[in-house]
Structure formats: structure tokens, C-alpha cells
């Protein structure tokens, strides 16, 4: 069954630095999403991507944030200068075509994002 | 905008015991209503879904939820809970075009 796959599993990174997270949707999906949960809360919605432009972003999505579908089909969330609180686990999501209020998002396993 | 609560942070029950998991929500607007589980080291993966008409949904292991309008829940059900029922839960709510909105999650441990 295919599956969203992300890598790495943790990353580590001082504060300051840039870093990219991975993701590989599936492969007939069109609507990416990354999420992301600071530890003990809850998942927080960051941004919908489709049609190579961001649909949606919430508060949290800064312009530290960014979003990229470089090859067709990796699609990247990169973080420009780390601070203490990006630290979470950050969650991929893609769905296939149809009405979006419908669409089950299929989630990866997760990158856990560590700034020191 | 829609919010989730999930009273339970953490449920332990013995196995083949019956679970509730609890969630309510808000919203001002007709939702689709869903749960997601996470197994250790894994991502999150659907359980069920509410879209529209019966209000009791099922999932293939044994789970069944209820939307219930009128007091704005869609609480998790299972008669009889396994040891690899093990996981924490996460219920969410989408409104039409926006994105999912989850709850904090609750951790179910099945006790042998």
C-alpha cells in the first residue's frame, strides 16, 4: 500500500541554522499539508500546497517558513533560522484528488525537528 | 473557526474491557469529523470518518463513533480492546475548505 514517507526521522540543529525537512507524497495525491505538534499539545495545522502554490497557512506559517515542490514529487518544508520553540514533530500529509472537506489526509511517520 | 477538546489525556483499561474515548467540538459550520490513530514510532493513520448521513461510523478493527449533533460529540467506542489497541487517538473536525483541527490526543493503554 503506498504510503507518505519522511525523512530524516530527527534532525538535530542549533538554533539559527537553516533546515529542510522531507517528505515523498503519494504519488497520485495534489493536496500536501505540513503539520506539526510541540510536545504535549496538539497538532497544529502549517500549510496546504496545491497546484504548486500554497492553498492555506495558519498564524504560525512566518516568513522563517517556506514550502517547495522541487522535482515532482518530493515537497520540502524548510526553516530558515531555527528557534528554541520549532522544536516538534513535524508531520507530512497528502490527499488525492476531490472535494477537499472529504479527502482523508494520509499522514507520514513524522520528522522530530530538535534545535538546540 | 472549530476547536476539539479530548477530555482524557490518558485512558489505561484492561484488556478486552470496554473503552470510551471522548471528543467535542465547536464550530459554527457543518463539520466532517474524524479519528486518527498513531502506533509508537509511527505516523498518524485514519481510523473513521463522519461526512454525512448514519451518525454511527465503523472501522474495519472494531472501533465505532457517533456524531452527535446536539451535543456537539463524536466520541470513540470499542466493546472489547487488545493489547495492540495500544496507541494514542487523535480526534479532528474540518469545516467545509478549512484545515483539520485536532485534539490534544488521548493515550489508550491496554493492560494485559
Known amino acids: 500500500e503506498p504510503e507518505v514517507t519522511q525523512t530524516p526521522s530527527h534532525q538535530v540543529t542549533q538554533m539559527g541554522q537553516e533546515v529542510i525537512l522531507r517528505c515523498v507524497p503519494i504519488?497520485?495525491?495534489?493536496?500536501f499539508y505540513w503539520y506539526r505538534q510541540i510536545l504535549g499539545q496538539k497538532v497544529e495545522f502549517l500549510v496546504s500546497f496545491y497546484n504548486n502554490e500554497i492553498s492555506e497557512k495558519s498564524e504560525i506559517f512566518d516568513d522563517q517558513f517556506s514550502v517547495e515542490r522541487p522535482d515532482g514529487s518530493n515537497f520540502t518544508l524548510k526553516i530558515r533560522s531555527t528557534k528554541l520553540e520549532d522544536s516538534a514533530m513535524y508531520f507530512c500529509?497528502?490527499?488525492?484528488?476531490?472535494?477537499?472537506?472529504?479527502?482523508?489526509?494520509?499522514f507520514g511517520p513524522g520528522t522530530r525537528l530538535t534545535v538546540l | 473557526a472549530q476547536s476539539v477538546t479530548q477530555l482524557d489525556s490518558q485512558v489505561p483499561v484492561f484488556e478486552e474491557a470496554p473503552v470510551e474515548l471522548r471528543c467535542n467540538y465547536s464550530s459554527s459550520v457543518s463539520v466532517y469529523l474524524f479519528w486518527y490513530v498513531q502506533y509508537p514510532n509511527q505516523g498518524l493513520q485514519l481510523l473513521l470518518k463522519?461526512?454525512?448521513?448514519?451518525?454511527l461510523v465503523e472501522s474495519i478493527n472494531g472501533f465505532e463513533a457517533e456524531f452527535n449533533k446536539s451535543q456537539t460529540s463524536f466520541h470513540l467506542r470499542k466493546p472489547s480492546v487488545h493489547i495492540s489497541d495500544t496507541a494514542e487517538y487523535f480526534c479532528a473536525v474540518r469545516g467545509g475548505n478549512t484545515p483539520l483541527v485536532f485534539g490534544k490526543g488521548t493515550r489508550l493503554s491496554v493492560i494485559a
Open positions: 463522519y461526512l454525512s448521513g448514519s451518525t
Open positions: 500529509a497528502s490527499s488525492p484528488p476531490g472535494l477537499r472537506g472529504t479527502d482523508t489526509q494520509y
Open positions: 504519488s497520485n495525491h495534489l493536496y
